[in-house]
């Protein structure tokens, strides 16, 4: 079986800023240092909160992507031979087939393969069941290479081109369930892991629970009824209770007479003077699927003169009642609504994916990238890239959305800010984000901010959420202090970092230490809060031989590779044009022509082996 080798190549590659220190004088922020050994120590801010641990973000709780390597338990598949018939049902049976296997140990039934080539897909693959991992062989732009999914007939109504989970989103019990009892410590702290209840009898170590904080016009009244600006002369700006649902799904880890003790930390207060928290167990959990991946595709939809204004909710990947699942290694393209969107998602992780260039009709609910949706926490999103959308990250689920980690992105010509986009996310976490090439505007690029009377009154968009070791180049972040709860930008290249209603003085700046400062140290607060948990993987990756696998070397305007035999390298854009071919002298560098600023793909033909290509991106120096 194929060892998934072409993936989005842009993580080393432009982590060099953040990892060259050597000529800058490294420094720590005041609210959290690491020493010799790699221990954290948390200083509370003047408003006596701690930054959270964000590590628990990814699957199981921050764990690498597992490399499933089941060669017995793999049905491989080729497009069609009719190059214009539709692959759905042909897919789709493979993966039921697959579906029915038993579960091996680690929670695992086997893996659809799919060859390079070009699937044609009219309708819905559905990934419905536990332990079952579709995989193909590239996700670069050429159908010889790699494996492309084609969406048609895109217009006909909302489609997803890949659902993954199940169909119908998971609520949580929406406030009900089991064991209801209350929170009796009178503040629970953001960042904290356990509290006290009225009675934990009826609570074991392994039980799902949900930690809710109701909505009261107590708390409102505390939130300024979402911040809008015009609440006080119009009432329909308001938020109501019925706009704000605090949850939080956990898992006990656990009890100590009436402590109950989680296996992740909340994000925002709950504060008895405003509203009495409490837990309850989350019933009908068999209804979420776990372990259920995606890997090394390409995916995208056909666009006509005929559709290309439609405006309607279409996503390359859909990611519903999941927990413990991945996407890896996927490009996305020609969505209206999202390239990955996630509902009733946790403890999950996207990787080495890149979703550019929407189409369809440009407008409000349309061209997010990546998205993450109500009820998604625990989210991974690690060293992806954007293109050409709107809001490039938006964490859309409002106050169920929660504990989500943005590592390592890259993102270039959005038309909007990246953002915590309404009604009071807690605990998003940039880190590493980065604005590459050209920025449109200098309008805000990254935000927690009040987004004010926008929209049906989005107000707050986020709460306790951190900025880390970001750069926007001449762009702004929006920072907005919130009541109840802070924002920080630490260590953050910009342009400017204020808040974003600069003319109301009722409104403040967020936390901001060391703006336009390089050398922030840990460069990473995920991983090294991740490393502070000693977290290792549990299965081991795919031994891949190392003669198959070009050196390729990114450097300003060129590319340099070196294989081990002799080959002939062609060059690509992402578009499929051939701009450069050139031979590869066995062990030896060879180097391409100058190349402009953009993404290519690198294909290595050696004798007697199968091409090798990845996706690389280049840049000018300084860049």
């Known amino acids: ?241 019925k706009d704000i649902d605090i949850s939080y799904h956990r898992y006990v880890t656990k009890v100590e007479g009436n402590r109950i003790e989680l296996d992740a930390p909340l994000f925002y207060t709950l504060d008895k003077q405003y509203a009495q928290a409490y837990i309850y167990k989350i019933p009908n959990p068999s209804t979420v699927r776990r372990n259920v991946g995606i890997e090394n595709l390409h995916l995208s939809f056909e666009r006509s003169p005929e559709n290309s204004t439609a405006n309607v909710d279409q996503n390359c990947i859909y990611m519903s009642s999941l927990e413990d699942s991945w996407v890896k290694g996927v490009s996305m393209s020609g969505f209206v609504h999202a390239g990955i969107k996630t509902t009733s998602t946790t403890r999950s992780t996207i990787e080495d994916c890149y ?114 070791n970001c750069d926007v180049q001449n762009g702004a972040i929006y920072l907005d202090k919130v009541p109840t709860g802070q924002n920080y930008a630490i260590g953050c290249i910009a342009k400017t970092i204020r808040r974003y209603r600069n003319n109301m003085s009722e409104y403040t700046n967020g936390y901001i230490e060391g703006q336009n400062r390089k050398g922030l140290q840990p460069a990473s607060l995920y991983e090294a809060q991740r490393a502070a948990r000693g977290i290792t993987t549990g299965i081991k990756s795919v031994p891949v031989r190392q003669a198959d696998i070009p050196h390729i070397v990114v450097e300003a305007n060129r590319i340099r590779i070196k294989s081990l035999q002799s080959a002939s390298v062609s060059i690509y854009t992402t578009n499929g044009t051939l701009i450069q071919t050139f031979p590869s002298p066995s062990d030896n560098w060879t180097e391409s022509m100058p190349l402009n600023d953009d993404f290519y793909v690198v294909r290595v033909q050696a004798a007697g082996r199968k091409a090798y290509s990845r996706k690389v991106l280049v840049r000018n120096a300084g860049k």
């Not at 170590?205 to 119009?234: F, H």
């Not at 189409?359 to 989210?379: A, K, W």
């Not at 935000?447 to 004010?452: A, E, H, S, V």
Request: hydrophobic residues 35%; aromatic residues 10%.
């Open 1 to 241: 079986m194929k060892s998934p080798l072409i993936s989005l190549y842009i993580g080393s590659i432009c982590l060099i800023g953040s990892c060259s220190l050597s000529a800058q004088e490294s420094w720590q922020s005041q609210l959290v240092t690491q020493d010799a050994t790699g221990a954290l120590t948390y200083q509370k801010d003047n408003d006596g909160f701690v930054l959270p641990d964000f590590s628990h973000a990814g699957y199981r709780n921050g764990r690498d992507i597992p490399a499933v390597d089941l060669p017995e338990r793999t049905l491989t598949l080729s497009p069609l031979e009719d190059k214009e018939a539709d692959n759905t049902q042909q897919i789709q049976k493979a993966i039921d087939e697959v579906g029915k296997y038993a579960l091996t140990p680690e929670g695992f039934r086997g893996v659809v393969l799919l060859k390079a080539g070009r699937y044609n897909i009219d309708g819905t693959l559905n990934l419905t069941y536990d332990g079952v991992i579709l995989r193909g062989e590239g996700n670069c732009f050429s159908d010889q290479d790699s494996t492309v999914l084609y969406g048609r007939n895109a217009a006909e109504k909302a489609k997803r081109l890949i659902l993954m989970g199940n169909s119908s989103a998971h609520n949580w019990g929406n406030g009900k369930g089991d064991a209801r009892v209350n929170i009796v410590t009178e503040k629970v702290m953001p960042g904290d892991y356990s509290f006290l209840v009225e009675d934990a009898s009826a609570y074991r170590e392994g039980d799902l629970i949900c930690v809710k904080y109701p909505t009261t016009t107590a708390w409102l009244e505390a939130v300024w009824y979402g911040g809008n600006t015009k609440r006080d002369t119009d009432e329909s700006k308001k938020w109501k209770t």
């Open 355 to 468: 979703a550019i260039d929407p189409s369809g009709l440009c407008t409000g609910g349309t061209y997010y990238n990546f998205e993450n949706y109500h009820r998604s926490q625990l989210i991974l999103l690690k060293n992806c890239y954007a293109r050409n959308g709107r809001h490039h990250y938006i964490s859309n689920g409002c106050a169920s959305t929660s504990g989500i980690v943005i590592q390592n992105f890259r993102s270039e010509l959005s038309l909007a800010q990246a953002e915590g986009h309404r009604l009071w996310s807690q605990g998003i976490l940039f880190d590493n984000w980065k604005e590459l090439g050209t920025i449109k505007s200098n309008a805000g690029k990254i935000g927690m901010y009040l987004r004010d009377n926008m929209g049906s009154g989005h107000g707050w968009g986020g709460t306790q959420s951190v900025f880390w």
